[in-house]
């Protein structure tokens, strides 16, 4: 009988505001917050509604990577972290390079964002 994998939500909860709190830091003053202001067109975020709903991005995102390695009856952790490399640069990968080929997105920004 094939062992069924089920997805772990605690892991899920954990990983999104895991995931949240590094976005954080990614974008504070004290890593590429700086980088990210200067070659964004436009002014900053409005922080007071982007806080509520950043974290909800996070656990998204973090359920739906659950869902595939469940469903793709991923064992391994070496498995799992390949779909996700893979995944990345299919989606936000490919997304930044025809930011920075079609849209004269500054590959600098490019390359800070996450």
């Not at 200067?38 to 991005?57: E, I």
Request: without cysteine; aromatic residues 14%.
């Amino acid at each position: 009988m094939e062992k069924s994998i089920r997805i772990n939500y605690r892991a899920v909860v954990t990983t999104g505001l895991v995931a949240f709190i590094l976005s954080i830091a990614w974008y504070s003053p004290a890593l590429f917050g700086g980088l990210w202001l200067r070659y964004r067109n436009g002014p900053p975020p409005a922080s007071d509604w982007t806080l509520t709903f950043a974290p909800l991005r996070e656990l998204i995102a973090s359920y739906v990577v659950a869902l595939l390695i469940t469903r793709l009856s991923l064992m391994s952790s070496g498995s799992a972290v390949k779909i996700i490399f893979l995944l990345w640069i299919a989606f936000h990968g490919i997304g930044m390079a025809g930011a920075v080929i079609w849209d004269n997105m500054p590959w600098q920004l490019a390359v800070v964002r996450r």
